[in-house]
């Protein structure tokens, strides 16, 4: 009756108990309040045609809805279902989730189950009725508790809980990252292949001009000049075109990579490069909005809360720590004889131990979980300020590529309209063949220029989607799923979407 008493005693007082934690109160934005629109980011593109994001913002937008090529939305899922970092990130999670659940274990009490015996053998000098071998037999339980008045405990706990959910989000982060950059792969990958169409139209354009110079020059009515001029251009494609075959299949290497396995055969068919569909017209929104959409931000606040719990136990150290034991059970000289009236037996013994002289190491510890929090401060800002920048730059991209690809498709045209003026003056007489190679090769780098310029504002559109925050849904309308919380694309993929491709139960509330 008397241990009953003692144990209710432990747990009002335990449940009094405090923490030492610091209070947190999360670090202002160190950026401004709004993102720049004037300048360079005044102009921003409407929706082209259907697509459009209808206000929504970028992380309520699925990335099935943004990228409108069947043949990427395949290999997006395909890199979600294989990719081997993306398998590390959801293991981080699973391992941190084990480890929080191994410091929460110590709040409760650890009991044990506990039988042994002991032989022990005493000199005959000293042994009652000659006998010096005896044993013993012991069945029973022991228990021991800390008693967490400070926090300690909990304090530990709740650092581990906070990485945790900050292993989630850096999981989180790892998808979103994933699919933007198999996006940038494959848009790479069409920009190549576009380069290569032009070079081989180049190719066989100054094949045909060198075969007509040689054959002038072999016939007496051309120079050797303009027998070099051609050749120069066409050695010049051909290198080029040695380059780019080399980087297509670096892509799709990248690519494979990527994805985790070799392209199927059976992907369906791609739009070119000029019809991706794109949004261009998600909603930038205000930089607060940041700190909810950006996991990578969120990843870096609960680092900083971590931190912060770490004090709270570094603090605790440094004042008593009261430890319950006890165990009860029953104990007889004979095997047969541990279960009879009377071989009860029961031991308590609780214990204080108060830190005096530690060599400075709990202070160190303090001085130490201090340093380690201002650190997470300045990470926290400096991810904030990352993804401020990110934005801007994507905004500032966003509002010039079109002007700027519109000026290309007018300089293209230009450069097409001066080649086929200059063979045309060639022909008559009026020019040298040096004017027709000039053009050539204008136009040839005007088409190349337009081309990098289309594939750097898909990428940019792309780059600036997971900016925001998008590329966590599948499908817009769904249910956001838990940080923590994978999917299977390829389960999902055979389902109606509508209704099928909701978000995995949360395993966060395993852990909670």
Known sequence: MRKHSLIAVAVTLFSAGCTLQPHYERPAAPVAATFPSSGVYATQPTASGAASAHGQAAADIGWREFFADPRLQRIIEIALANNRDLRVAVLNVDQ??????????????????????????????FSQFG?????????GLEASWELDFWGRVRSLKDQALEQYLS????????????????????????????????TEDTLKTAQSSYDITKLKFDNGTGSELDVRQAETVLEAARANQQAQARARAQAENALVLLIGEPLPADLPTGRPLDDQGLLTDIPAGLPSDLLTRRPDIMEAEASLLAANANIGAARAAFLPKITLTGSGGTTSLTLDGLFKPGSATWNFAPQITLPIFEGGQNLANLDLAHVQKNIGIAKYEKAIQSAFREVADGLAARSTYDEQIAALERNTFAQQRTLDLSQLRYQNGVDSYLQVLTAQTNLYSAQQLLIDARAARLANLVDLYTALGGGWLQHTGETPRPADAPVDYQAAQA????????AAPAKAASAS
């Open 96 to 125: 941190a989730r084990a480890q929080y659940r191994i410091a929460r274990a110590e709040l409760f009490p650890a009991i044990d189950a506990k039988g042994g015996k002991s032989v022990t053998r005493t000199p005959k000098d």
């Open 131 to 139: 006998q010096t071998i005896s044993e013993q037999y012991t069945v």
């Open 167 to 198: 292993t989630a989000q850096a999981r989180k982060a790892a998808e979103i990252a994933l699919v933007s950059q198999v996006a940038d792969q494959y848009l790479q990958m069409l920009s190549v292949d576009d380069l290569l169409k032009v």
């Open 495 to 502: 389902t109606v979407p509508a209704s099928a491709s909701k």
